[in-house]
Each structure stands twice: as structure tokens, then as C-alpha cells.
């Protein structure tokens, strides 16, 4: 007798996925936003999607118009949590798309354990990062002493299967995020790794990070630390 899909669902292994070059946001949009439903309908295995984009500003469900300084690259609106963000070569995305009907049903429990996943992998590069009152996202101190955005976080849930995830700034264009006002947040700068003086390679930075994907997929049944 075959396997009901649910059932085959649960056997399949997660996926991890590298693209070396960058994928179009569109293009993975799509392909997220199917992968998403075939995993909710029990029809493909959990993702973990590592990649860059071509330059593009994308558009949380809580976007502000007036965010938007100068549209010099293409707008996407993602259907993702939060306001404006850029994407770009030298930046690492990371799209999450697990089960959380396998899990706990926690979506800031989900959102926390992405938050710790990569701050885990930060450190392990010597950069000393946190959450942040300031807003969701990864924070360190820039070169000059001030609090700033190293990682993104926006995600979106649909019947309980997870998509987006994550950015971190290896070695983008820090000048392209002057057309947005960065997630909304104007009082406060984005950084990144090379901007620090430390040079990571998106290869480096992706086996890092699978390196504890086992510690990230363990946090999602465990209660979410305080905030700050």
C-alpha cells in the first residue's frame, strides 16, 4: 500500500539547497511560493534555500511609501512580513520553508530561532551580534561604534508551512540600501561583515551555517528566550 501524502511528507529528508549565482527575485519568489504549497499539501520535503538576488528593493505587507527614497532597482512586493528591504549580490538569503505542523505551532518561536541561528553563525566569524529593541532583525556595532542592521528577518506562514527567512550582509553594496528607508527604521545604519574587516565567502558562510542548522531545527520545540 503507498503512503498517504502526509505520511510521505514526513519521510522525505530536508532539502539544503545552494545556488552560486544569483537567481532573480521573482524567479525564486515562484518557486518559493510553490515549494510552499507542495509541502502544505504533503507533496515535497521541507527546504532550506540558500542563495543571493540581483538587486532589487522588495515590500513587506507593512510597507510605507514614503520608505521608498529612489527606485533605482526593480520593486517586488514579497507578501512577507515587514516594510522595505534591499536584496543583492554579496548578500546571503536564506528561505526557510518547514512544517510546523511537525513542530510547535509558534510563529515567534519560529521567528526567535532564526534570529539565534544567526547569531550562532556570526560568532562563529568572531562578530558579536543580538536582537534589538530597535526592531526584529540581527544587530551589531558598526565600525564606528553605533548600533547597526547586519541580518534581516521577514517571514511569512501559510497553513502552517514557513517561507522567506533571513538575509545577512556579507559584502553587498551598503550604498544601494539608501533608496529605502531599511525596514522602516531611518534612525539606524546597515553593516556588514567586510565593512567589519572580515571577509566570508557566501561557501564559508553557508557551511557555517549548516553546521547548525541541527542546533536552529532543535530550537523550534523550545520555549523562545526574552527579548533584548
Excluded at 29 to 44: F, H, K, P, V, W
Excluded at 52 to 75: C, K, M
Excluded at 107 to 119: D, M, P
Excluded at 185 to 214: H, P
Amino acid at each position: 500500500m503507498s503512503p498517504s501524502p502526509s505520511t510521505a511528507a514526513l519521510t522525505r529528508p530536508l532539502e539544503f539547497r545552494h545556488e552560486a549565482e544569483p537567481v532573480p527575485y521573482r524567479e525564486a519568489l515562484e518557486a518559493m511560493t510553490a515549494r510552499n504549497t507542495a509541502i502544505a499539501e504533503g507533496s515535497a520535503g521541507e527546504l532550506i534555500w540558500l542563495l543571493d538576488h540581483l538587486p532589487v528593493y522588495t515590500a513587506g505587507t507593512s510597507a510605507a511609501a514614503s520608505d521608498l527614497l529612489d527606485p533605482r532597482f526593480e520593486i517586488v512586493e514579497a507578501g512577507r512580513g515587514g516594510r522595505y528591504t534591499y536584496h543583492g549580490p554579496g548578500q546571503r538569503i536564506g528561505y526557510v520553508l518547514l512544517d510546523l505542523t511537525k513542530r510547535k505551532r509558534d510563529v515567534r518561536g519560529f521567528v526567535s530561532a532564526l534570529e539565534s541561528w544567526v547569531i550562532a553563525t556570526l560568532r562563529d566569524f568572531g562578530v558579536e551580534s543580538w536582537r534589538s529593541d530597535a526592531g526584529v532583525g540581527i544587530w551589531t556595532r558598526d565600525i564606528d561604534g553605533s548600533e547597526a542592521k547586519i541580518g534581516a528577518i521577514g517571514v511569512r506562514i501559510r497553513k502552517w508551512v514557513t517561507m522567506h527567512g533571513f538575509s545577512v550582509n556579507l559584502s553587498p553594496d551598503l550604498t544601494h540600501f539608501s533608496g529605502i528607508v531599511p525596514c522602516g527604521i531611518a534612525e539606524k545604519g546597515v553593516t556588514s561583515l567586510e565593512r567589519l574587516g572580515i571577509k566570508v565567502s557566501a561557501v564559508q558562510w553557508d557551511e557555517a551555517l549548516l553546521a547548525r542548522a541541527d542546533e536552529f531545527l532543535a530550537m523550534l520545540d523550545q520555549p523562545c528566550p526574552p527579548q533584548g
